[in-house]
Structures are given as C-alpha cells and as structure tokens.
C-alpha cells in the first residue's frame, strides 16, 4: 500500500503545481538530498555540541587565546603556501610574523626599524635607480655620501619590502597595486 502522504505530494506535483512551485519542490529535493547524503536523515543529524567539540580538536583550539592565535597561524601558513607555493619557510614565517605579530615580543629579538618615512624615501630611490629613472645627479650623490648605497638600502629593507620590490621590478605587479601594497607595509612597519 502506498504512502497516504506521498499520494499526496505527487498528486500536487503531477497535477496542480505551477513553474514557481515546481521550482520550490526541485529546491526542497536537493537540500534533502543533500542532507540525506551528509547525515544519513533527519534522524541522523548531528549534534551541536559534539560538533563544536569535533571541530575544536580539529582545528587544535583549546579554548585559549595562544591555541586560537597558534589555530590562526597555522590557517595563514597553509594559505600562504596554497597561494604562494613558491615561497620558502623563512619568507612565509616573515609573513606571518608581519600578519600575526607576538603580542608579547622577546625584546632580544627585536630588529632596530627604520622610520617609516625614512623607510619610504629610501624606497623611491632604490625603485627609480632600478628602474632607470633616476636622476643622475641625484645617483652621483648618493654615492658619494653613502658609497654603494643600493647594496645598503636591499639590505637594510625588511624582508616584505624586498618581496614587494622585486615583484614591481620584474612586472609582477603594477605600480598601483606596489603602491598600495607598500603602503600596508610600510604602515605594517611602524
């Protein structure tokens, strides 16, 4: 014997549906589908609470700020590996550093910054000098006043800065989008 209820349904379905109930019915059939896939049925529907618990362990979230701030930094490496394989361990730990600074730093570890606006001349000059635009009079004292001063500045910029550097000068990225990103640095620095 069929099911009273079902009858009911296909008759509806069948008979009497317009295209926006139809719509309606395909739409409530594919998310039970879909719940039937994922749970098993209305029946099987997992619960809130040990859920949030699976999740948890998972994610390594121990209900403290450092396994929140260990759960995030563990996010970022693996994105910054999924969307920049290219980089090695000691460039993606820079780039963490800079996104998740230690909110208690060693104060041993702490590197003397340059001020930002030191930092952002120092910039300008190498890109125009790289990039063959600067003037030669401005090149020549540079030189005399701080000798090999492009060989300085690369090394005096943080490692960010020269990531951005090298991917303007090699036409990685446009000179707004340098821009933009260097100001975020720049401001990251501070």
């Known amino acids: 014997m069929a099911d009273p209820e079902l009858v009911r349904v296909m008759d509806y379905i069948l008979n009497r549906c317009d295209e926006a109930a139809i719509e309606a019915v395909a739409a409530a059939v594919v998310r039970r589908r879909r719940e039937l896939t994922m749970f098993g049925g209305a029946r099987n529907l997992p619960d809130p609470k040990k859920l949030a618990k699976e999740m948890t362990s998972h994610l390594n979230i121990e209900g403290t700020i450092e396994g929140l701030k260990q759960s995030v930094l563990d996010y970022a490496v693996r994105i910054i590996k999924q969307e920049a394989p290219e980089l090695n361990d000691d460039q993606i730990k820079q780039l963490t550093d800079a996104w998740i600074p230690d909110p208690n730093p060693d104060p041993s570890d702490r590197e003397d910054k340059l001020p930002t606006d030191l930092l952002s001349a120092m ?30 500045y690369w090394k005096a910029f943080p490692e960010l800065i020269r990531l951005l550097i090298t991917d303007y000068l090699k036409n990685g ?3 707004g989008e340098f821009r933009s990103r260097l100001d975020t640095a720049l401001t990251m620095q501070a």
Not at 130 to 141: N, Y
């Open 123 to 152: 910039v300008e000059q190498f890109v125009a000098y790289s990039s063959g635009t600067m003037d030669a009079a401005e090149e020549k004292g540079l030189r005399k006043e701080l000798g090999a001063w492009p060989e300085r």
């Open 173 to 175: 990225i446009s000179e």
